[in-house]
């Protein structure tokens, strides 16, 4: 089986940034699309921004221009870097992954999050 664990978040000022990172870990035979989602309080879960294994990035209309993700297939690591943050970003950000953990056996995997308030 396969865990993700997000790291990164924390305490920074509006107008500042953050580096989340999300390591995949356990039985990992590929990596598919990896992806990040936020949720704030009294909030449904939203899409962040998106990377596939080709390295084709896609992004939440809110974060556009201001946020970026990547992804080292060596390190089994999705980044976001957020630059320029809002207080509306405050949220709980979690990275989501497809992964296969033998040829013929897949599935989604959530990790538990990591939260990022934004405030003076």
């Known amino acids: 089986q396969a865990q993700l664990e997000e790291s990164g978040g924390g305490l920074v000022q509006p107008g500042g940034s953050l580096r989340l990172s999300c390591v995949a870990s356990?039985?990992?035979?590929?990596?598919?699309?990896m992806q990040w989602y936020r949720q704030a309080p009294g909030k449904e879960r939203e899409f962040v921004a998106g990377?596939?294994?080709?390295?084709?990035?896609r992004y939440g209309d809110s974060v556009k221009g201001r946020f970026t993700v990547s992804r080292d297939d060596t390190k089994k690591t999705v980044y976001l870097e957020m630059n320029n943050l809002r207080d509306e970003d405050t949220a709980v950000y979690y990275c989501?992954?497809?992964?296969?953990?033998?040829?013929?056996?897949?599935?989604?995997?959530w990790g538990k999050g990591t939260l990022v308030t934004v405030s003076s």
């Open positions: 356990g039985t990992i035979f590929n990596i598919y699309g």
């Open positions: 989501n992954a497809a992964i296969a953990i033998s040829p013929d056996n897949g599935m989604e995997t």
């Open positions: 990377i596939t294994s080709g390295h084709v990035a």
